[in-house]
């Protein structure tokens, strides 16, 4: 029987198993939050297996300059 491999080398040595699991998770879980645009985000919807909720800012207020508009 073949062992899984996946497709990222600097993964290629942490496989699933009932021995591993969480050594496994951990290493995705890292690799995901180093190498992934908005990377921190994702590491830690990946941690705690579940949507992040953001909460939007307030609404800009109205004749707001092109620096307040930038910011928000």
Known sequence: MT???GHEEKL???IFDATG???TMNEIVDHVGQYYTNGAD???ATL???IP???PP???AEGANSSEK???
């Open 12 to 14: 290629k040595r942490y």
């Open 53 to 55: 909720i953001f909460t």
């Open 21 to 23: 699991y969480m050594g």
């Open 42 to 44: 994702k590491w830690e």
């Open 70 to 72: 930038r910011k928000w």
């Open 48 to 50: 705690k297996m579940e």
């Open 3 to 5: 062992k899984f491999e």
């Open 58 to 60: 307030p609404p800009l």
